[in-house]
Structure formats: structure tokens, C-alpha cells
């Protein structure tokens, strides 16, 4: 039984654009074939970003892809938690008596 894995691609006017590869039922078939996938999206994107660089989509007024969260950010000056420390359990409180 032969499988099949793909890709889809939507442009910014609507069109649609699937991407297609054909493999058998085994491992290294399907790995073989997503790496071929890789390299056909991989090779379609780098070109759609050159067509969109060399046409100069990002026109005056137009956000890059990331600026409008720097802009509408204004929590820019409060420390973040850190994401590399460990919740820890509280400490124990040690009793003490009064004589």
C-alpha cells in the first residue's frame, strides 16, 4: 500500500499550491520522502521570498513580520520571569518555643 505525504502552501492573494511526494509503506521510505518534501518547500519559499524581495513587498507603511509586537509592546521594561529557573518547594519553618 503506497502513502503519500505533502505540503500546502496559501499565497497572499488566495491561491493554493500543494507540494506532493509519493512513498511506500516503510521507514525509510517515508524519511527519504519528507526529505524530499523539505528540499521542494524549502527551494518554493526561497524563491517566493526573492520574488517578494526583488517586487518590494514590505512597501512604505507595510509592518515586517514581527515589528507590530515590538510596536504595540509596552511591557518592554518589566523584567520577565525566567524560564530557566525551577519551581522550588517553600522552605520549612522551624518552631520555636518561648520559655
Known amino acids: 500500500m503506497a502513502a503519500q505525504v505533502l ?3 496559501k499565497y497572499r492573494d488566495g491561491q493554493r499550491e500543494e507540494i506532493i511526494v509519493k512513498v511506500d509503506n516503510h521507514l525509510t521510505s517515508l524519511i527519504s520522502g ?11 519559499l526561497s524563491e517566493l521570498v526573492e520574488r517578494e524581495n526583488t517586487r518590494g513587498d514590505c512597501a ?5 513580520r514581527g515589528e507590530e509586537h515590538k510596536e504595540d509592546s ?10 530557566t529557573s ?3 518547594p517553600p522552605t520549612k519553618r522551624t518552631k ?3 520559655i
Open 7 to 9: 505540503a500546502r502552501l
Open 34 to 44: 519528507i526529505n524530499q518534501l523539505n528540499a521542494s518547500v524549502s527551494q518554493l
Open 60 to 64: 512604505q507603511g507595510e509592518l515586517v
Open 74 to 83: 509596552d511591557e518592554e521594561d518589566e523584567p520577565e520571569d525566567s524560564p
Open 86 to 88: 525551577e519551581p522550588q
Open 96 to 98: 520555636t518555643c518561648k
